[in-house]
């Protein structure tokens, strides 16, 4: 079926916004041995809003997912929703219509540097990267992960990772915060450290984010009409600041609703659902 007018295109964060996952929920659906229930509690969201973005993409638009998990935290939800593809990895990787668009790195030095950081604080994090993650666990009392990727204590394996794992990222539990503080203003000299408001915090380096993410695939979309972000945290901030229509959750972070040029009902009473409806109705 041919449509005629110029496609809308919307980014969607998915913890916070699309759905209501906790951290606790999230690492029992990345456990070994998870039942079918646990995943789709994280990663899926309600019916309605999945219903919603399939009338959004069947009336000629564009959504994509705009998200910090690596592509293996996204599977399920591009299997049962129709989107258009997706951001990855806050902006490392992308993909629309089962094709790679773009897959950036970071200078090796730098996350070196950041696992030295971490294990001088002795900080637990999950290493993200566009080929594969880990979770560096040095030396100390952190607590419990139990996620179905490699586990390591040795600082030197998980230097000898960065560029075997392609690391873009790092994400630690608001547990562990208080102990980057000693470097936590030489980490923000060169990165972007986000909290994502649902306990945990996210570090980046800014020339790689979500809205580098976004142009790269708006190049690809090509002629479009409004731009709509939805997302709740500060990871979500290059997103908002770059959409013509920034859509914060109301259960989003207070400095991330000061960006909003609407406010979304919280993520528990679907509030996608309802702001896409709108958009549909053209009142947005």
């Given at each position: 079926m041919a449509h005629l007018h110029t496609p809308l295109v919307a980014f969607f964060d998915i913890d916070g916004t699309l759905i209501d996952s906790d951290p606790e929920s999230y690492a029992k659906a990345q456990a070994p041995g998870a039942t079918v229930e646990e995943q789709e509690r994280v990663f899926l969201p309600t019916p309605a809003v999945r219903e919603a973005v399939k009338e959004f993409v069947d009336a000629g638009n564009f959504a994509f997912l705009c998200s910090g998990r690596p592509p293996s935290g996204l599977a399920l939800l591009m299997e049962r929703v129709p989107f258009s593809g997706y951001v990855a990895l806050a902006g490392a990787l992308g993909e629309m219509e089962e094709k790679e668009l773009f897959c950036h790195s970071v200078d090796a030095a730098l996350m070196a540097r950041v696992i030295e950081i971490f294990n001088e604080c002795?900080?637990?994090?999950?290493?993200?990267?566009?080929?594969?993650?880990?979770?560096?666990?040095?030396?100390?009392?952190?607590?419990?992960?139990?996620?179905?990727?490699?586990?390591t204590r040795s600082v030197e394996k998980t230097l000898a990772a960065i560029e075997d794992?392609?690391?873009?990222?790092?994400?630690?539990?608001?547990?562990?915060?208080?102990?980057?503080?000693?470097?936590r203003a030489e980490l923000a000299e060169r990165f972007r450290i986000s909290?994502?408001?649902?306990?945990?915090?996210?570090?980046?380096?800014?020339?790689?984010?979500?809205?580098?993410?976004?142009?790269?695939?708006?190049?690809?979309?090509?002629?479009?009409?409004?731009?709509y972000g939805f997302g709740d945290s500060e990871n979500d901030t290059p997103m908002l600041e770059a959409a013509d229509v920034a859509v914060v959750m109301e259960n989003?972070?207070?400095?991330?609703?000061?960006?909003?040029?609407?406010?979304?009902?919280?993520v528990f009473a679907d509030g996608v659902a309802t702001m896409l409806h709108r958009i549909l109705a053209g009142e947005l």
């Open positions: 002795s900080v637990a994090a999950l290493l993200e990267g566009t080929r594969g993650s880990m979770v560096f666990m040095p030396a100390g009392e952190h607590p419990a992960i139990d996620l179905s990727v490699p586990v794992l392609s690391l873009v990222k790092a994400f630690w539990m608001a547990e562990e915060n208080g102990r980057l503080a000693p470097r909290d994502l408001g649902v306990g945990g915090f996210d570090l980046t380096v800014p020339e790689i984010s979500k809205a580098s993410g976004m142009a790269d695939v708006l190049a690809a979309v090509g002629d479009h009409g409004t731009v989003g972070v207070a400095s991330v609703k000061e960006l909003a040029d609407v406010i979304a009902p919280p």
